[in-house]
């Protein structure tokens, strides 16, 4: 192929995605004018008769805050407490938009409220800071806990939300699910499992990289470890982390260097990719990953670029350069490697368990479970992970929890 037919092949693709994600983008809005908002509260009584109003206010209602003033206990089934979840942002990171406040973080989090709601049952509010003080936001969500059975924080700038993850599960009495660093690896993980199985490859013995540090970077690097890797290498903006390495470095980056690159790899992304077979890509960064870096992977390489809303590397170029198996955090293509599939259905059986912290097992267990939720006839290169629609979440996440 001439150079003159390639770069026109190239402009013509890129003005057609170009056009696509125009019109998705004018649907988008065009939608969320007209609903001015994707959530709403309703009551559970239908029908409201004089004796509810008595019941469920004045003069009723001071029995049943009695009860639960007497017995603490009681709060989780005479309220909505046992079901509802807190979606917390300060705004400082979300999607691959970076730092746009709080305000311009409502959508998201309205969305997340719906996912909720539609495949969990879970009532989930938009909590979105006008701070982005970690001790602000800290004591704000131990002030509104009475009113929520988990916290989920969203979209929260590393290392700083990781910092209030740890110290919130340290002093609250209820679950801290953080998103980024949870159901991302929960996804990454289900979505590897079936893809060594399609490449007849193991974890133990594969070569897997990771790009970025970060909350997602760090939740998958502890959650593949946990599951058994022992060739995993971590690379941030300073390149890839190892035990000697000082520069751009938090406590966060030095547990990854204490589990991680046992043979003190150095170098930038291109370097360490060579002879790997795993790429997954969290670093809020589109196209670092090039058709010559994948070359350099291993046979039958599998690629999970994962930053929304472009990944690190578009799934044709991928292909082309000779990847058996490619993933996106996005919608727009096939392996929708998207935590949207793990925080419902993990959410509904913490919530009815009373789950009071996320462990690596529950985590890995539901990784399993999802997995397993592909029948193995079903498996292909382009089909690894189920479908969020797909009725046998639910049932095999709350068989594989029963236990705990």
Do not use: W
């Amino acid at each position: 192929m001439s150079v003159r037919i390639l770069r026109t092949t190239v402009n013509k693709q890129f003005t057609s995605n170009q056009g696509m994600a125009d019109k998705q983008a004018k649907d988008a809005i065009s939608l969320h004018k007209k609903l001015r908002g994707k959530i709403t509260i309703e009551s559970k009584i239908s029908k409201l008769k004089p004796r509810d109003i008595q019941l469920i206010y004045t003069p009723g209602v001071a029995a049943v805050c009695k009860k639960i003033y007497q017995e603490p206990g009681q709060k989780y089934t005479l309220t909505s407490k046992a079901n509802n979840v807190a979606i917390v942002t300060d705004g400082t990171r979300i999607l691959g938009l970076g730092n746009i406040g709080p305000y311009a973080a409502m959508p998201v989090m309205e969305g997340k409220s719906v996912l909720y709601k539609k495949f969990g049952k879970v009532d989930a509010f938009p909590i979105c800071l006008n701070t982005t003080k970690k001790q602000e936001i800290i004591d704000v969500i131990k002030a509104i806990e009475p009113v929520f059975g988990a916290i989920n924080l969203e979209d929260i700038e590393s290392p700083k939300v990781l910092e209030i993850s740890d110290q919130l599960q340290e002093e609250l009495p209820i679950p801290i699910f953080h998103d980024d660093r949870h159901g991302t690896a929960v996804v990454a993980l289900a979505a590897l499992l079936n893809s060594l199985k399609l490449v007849k490859k193991k974890i133990e013995t594969v070569k897997i990289v990771i790009a970025g540090a970060g909350s997602a970077g760090y939740g998958i690097c502890k959650l593949l470890s946990f599951a058994g890797c022992k060739n995993l290498l971590v690379v941030d903006s300073s390149g890839a982390i190892h035990q000697n390495r000082s520069e751009n470095m938090n406590h966060y980056k030095n547990e990854i260097a204490g589990i991680t690159n046992p043979r003190l790899e150095k170098g930038s992304l291109d370097l360490v990719l060579k002879d790997a077979d795993v790429f997954i890509g969290v670093s809020g960064m589109s196209g670092i990953l090039s058709k010559n870096m994948i070359q350099n992977m291993n046979k039958d390489s599998i690629i999970f670029a994962l930053t929304n809303p472009e990944p690190e590397v578009d799934p044709k170029i991928a292909k082309n350069a000779g990847a058996k198996i490619i993933a996106t955090g996005s919608y727009l293509y096939k392996n929708k490697v998207n935590n949207a599939i793990v925080f419902p259905y993990l959410m509904r059986i913490i919530l009815d368990k009373k789950i009071k912290k996320i462990t690596s097992d529950m985590l890995y267990l539901t990784a399993k479970a999802i997995a397993d939720s592909v029948p193995k006839k079903d498996l292909a290169y382009d089909y690894i992970i189920p479908e969020i629609t797909n009725q046998k979440l639910q049932k095999n996440i709350t068989k594989a929890l029963k236990k705990l």
